[in-house]
């Protein structure tokens, strides 16, 4: 199959299709500009309370009048721009295929190899989240604002998170034995170019975020480095940087002076931080990006860039802080776990947390809700920095394709390390109320990660959808999931190559990822939760219909919340989740009858920890005989605090191919 790297077939339509936007977009901007400026966020009201002269109201009477006068000059413009717009529609591709054209920084042909070395299976990471990239008038009903300077704030977060290195963390002590043998975060780069992997003894008791300043390892976290890193024997951008923690038990969690003083004069001996070239003044317009004490999820300095994190269970040993925050430069905050909640989970197969970073060595991404053609392409300039292979614009407008007229797409983005090889994508033709004015669909990919000894390709299949979001639309979801279990079964089919008795590919994976708008928590969703999906999908949260396992938390936050001190960075936002009330006043929870739909403070019991919309669904059905599929992590990410009503979500797969080692 042909990916469509542009979204026409010829470069004529192409520009007739800008000339077309040219003239409708005066007329769009200034209408957009004019809503926003009468739907204020909660950021810009408490600015204005005080504001004793009014400058705000003072500022709307003046520029109303302008914008009306400009938005009528330029209606004929529009409406001639609009007759040439929408014909082209029927010609339009589905969506655009990018791929890094530095050749220098790319890498996906060197992840194939990886396969081949590990005789025994691979881990592949997966991550989704709906960032709510609208048109700034409509962003703001979700009280998010500033779409531009957001989207190119999300992926400057997603790709420092993703680029941090892997680390492995093994514990010394005979008894405690509760910390797990790996973690998808990070805790240190090797300092000073030390290519050797270092060691640290530490008692830690939860995610801890830490500042070192030292050499970058890495190729891909800032312009800069791209630049200044990109000669050989670098490692390249998706490479695995490794470092290991060692956990001594034998001291009950207390670090020696000597040590202490090693890391410390360790982070003093590499220089201080490079500061990043990227500021940007639009994006000091927002609450969102302010770094308060605790706060990494930026990551926009050359050394915040590899700030860390690693969650450490340990038994019921305490941590002197006051000595560990005396000695060691890094800014954390720590949670006392107690013995009941560490004893709660034993008996799960995989660990789960809530992270303030995005995984590290992320492979997949997909977002939703990237409505803005403009926040699209920043939202891509960033994520391009550490995914090789990009889909997006995906979707169909005016009356191609679809039952009504549609004035966006469908929002779906989708971001790989890995070679796609061929995407699909279908539009849910039931759309009702507001959502059928976008066309919210299912995007289906299939991806090349690995090849055999015998040459034989290993592939996974990837799909990235967004159901009806109106609420009691319970019947049209349930038809969506309906169609989208049928056109991914039509895809699958029409993508193989292979054939039981001669397999030319072998499939690795089928992972399904979005923002499916209903719950398992709450009784006006009992149809979704009861959907045949989840007969050949799992969902590594769910004990069954209506009943979650105890750690998942809802993904859904209480837009009114968003620009609290409490949460309006990723270290706060982790910590609020971590506690039960915390989770109460800042997550929707799943609708009662009996409570008022205000989250804010509630006491109540309540079902469940809040509304989880987001999925991440993965099957054993239609792989490869003799492989297994196994979680290895999922953790609910707080990295994008601020930026987005929703929590993302990661998930990381084993697969395991049942060979020794060679």
Known sequence: MVLYTSPFPNSFLSVLHSFSWGLIFPCYWLADRLVASFVPTTYEKRQRADDPCYFHALCIIITTPIYLALLVASLPFALIGFLLWSPLQSARRPYIYSRLEDKNHANGATLLTEWKAAGNGKSFCFGSANVCLLPDSLARFNNVFNTQARAKEIGRRIRNGASR???????????????????????????GGDNTNRTVNAGIKRTTSMEYKGDNSGSNNSEDSREDKGGPGEPNEGEENTCIVRINGEDNGHM????????????????????????????????????????????????????????????????????????????????????????????????HEISAFFPANLDFLCLQEVFDKRAAEKLKEQLHHYFEYIVYDVGVYSCHGCCSFKFVNSGLLFASRYPVMDAAYHCYPNGRGTDSLASKGALFLKVQVGSTPQDQRIVGYISCTHLQAIAGDTTVRCEQLDMLQDWLSEFRK?????????????????????????????????????????????????????????????????????????????????????????????????????????????????????????????????????????????????????????????????????????
Not at 165 to 191: C, E, G, H, M, R
Not at 554 to 577: A, S
């Open 256 to 351: 020696s002076d000597t040590e202490t003083d090693t890391i410390n004069g360790q982070a003093h001996a590499s220089g201080p931080a490079e500061p990043s070239l990227e500021g940007d003044a639009e994006i000091s317009k927002t609450p969102n990006h302010k770094q308060k004490e605790g706060d990494s999820g930026s990551l926009d300095s050359y050394s915040a860039s590899r700030e860390s994190l690693v969650k450490v269970r340990v038994g019921d040993g305490t941590v002197d802080q006051s000595t560990v925050n005396n000695k060691l430069l890094y800014k954390a905050s720590i949670m006392k776990k107690t013995s009941v909640r560490k004893k709660k989970h034993t008996d799960e197969t995989f660990d």
């Open 165 to 191: 290195p892997q680390i492995k963390i093994y514990i010394d002590s005979p008894t405690n034995t509760s910390i797990s043998a790996a973690s998808f975060s990070s805790l240190v780069s090797p300092q």
């Open 494 to 662: 029409s993508t193989s190559s292979s054939s039981t008795a001669n397999p030319e590919e072998l499939v690795a994976f089928d992972v399904i990822c979005g923002d499916l708008n209903f719950d398992n928590c709450s009784s006006e969703d009992k149809l979704e939760q009861q959907h045949s999906l989840f007969t050949h999908y799992k969902d590594p949260c769910r004990l069954g219909p209506g009943e979650d396992k105890p750690w998942a938390i809802g993904t859904l936050l209480d837009p009114e919340g968003l620009y609290d001190d409490e949460v309006c960075t990723p270290d706060n936002l982790q910590k609020v989740l971590e506690s039960e009330e915390g989770r109460k006043g800042y997550l929707v929870y799943p609708t009662s009858k009996n409570h008022s739909s205000s989250q804010k403070g509630r006491k109540a019991s309540l079902k469940g920890n809040g509304r989880r919309i987001d999925y991440m669904l993965y099957t054993e059905e239609g792989l490869y005989l003799e492989w297994k599929v196994e979680v290895e992590e999922f953790s609910f990410i707080t990295q994008l605090a601020g930026l987005t009503d929703h929590l993302p979500v990661a998930m990381r797969l084993m697969v395991s191919t049942g060979e020794d080692d060679p």
